[in-house]
């Protein structure tokens, strides 16, 4: 009996740490189960590219600083998307007149543009037309007609480009191309791919 008790002292002095490290496991698993679940963070989202307004048979006007109309944008339809700050218009129509008093007018059957205007993407159908001005005039110029299925029209600087193939008309001169790139401030015109021109004599040279 007296060899016993020291036994089993020893062999209980073995196990206590085992037996102390399983308590704990089985408290922090307790407390891991009986704890609340932590706050669900909401992440913040971006606007989704959903409309977030419509307009119907519509009319933009924008003037300038001494209150002369600059552009009228007018469409049968009118979807305002918040994530590209951009309106997407179906039967677009401008009508826009510089600071020499030139008429441009652009229509597609739909558009693209920018709050304010400033850049317009015409697709399907789309024509550009800049009025001549009149000779005599501080800036005399021929007209200049453009036609494609897609457009891209930059009011600063004054661009046009297209990637799809695109006839001009510039007075009495006809160009096509590939894809365009006029430049009315350098007065550059590149067309690239197929290139057709027909270049007509002016009246000076009838």
Known sequence: MKGLLPALWDR????????????FAL????????????????????????PDYFMDDFSI???DRNGRLHADLRGKT????????STEVDAISIRSVDLQGRLTTATALRGLTN???????LIGNATVIREAQARGAPAASERFEYRSEFLHVFAKPELVRSHMP????????????NALEYDNVTQVLQL??????????GPEAR
């Not at 709050?115 to 993407?121: F, I, L």
């Not at 695109?166 to 191309?177: E, L, M, P």
């Open 192 to 201: 690239t791919g197929k290139v057709r021109a027909t270049l007509m004599p």
């Open 12 to 23: 209980f002095l073995l196990y206590l740490p085992l037996a102390l490290m399983a308590l």
């Open 166 to 177: 695109v006839d001009i008309r510039h007075g009495t001169h006809q160009f096509s191309g």
């Open 115 to 121: 709050e304010d205007a400033s850049e317009v993407q």
């Open 27 to 50: 408290t922090s698993y307790w407390m891991v189960r009986s704890a609340p679940p932590p706050p669900q963070v909401a992440l913040e989202q971006g606007p989704a590219h959903t």
């Open 61 to 63: 006007l924008n003037f």
């Open 78 to 85: 009118g979807r305002h998307y918040a994530d590209i700050l």
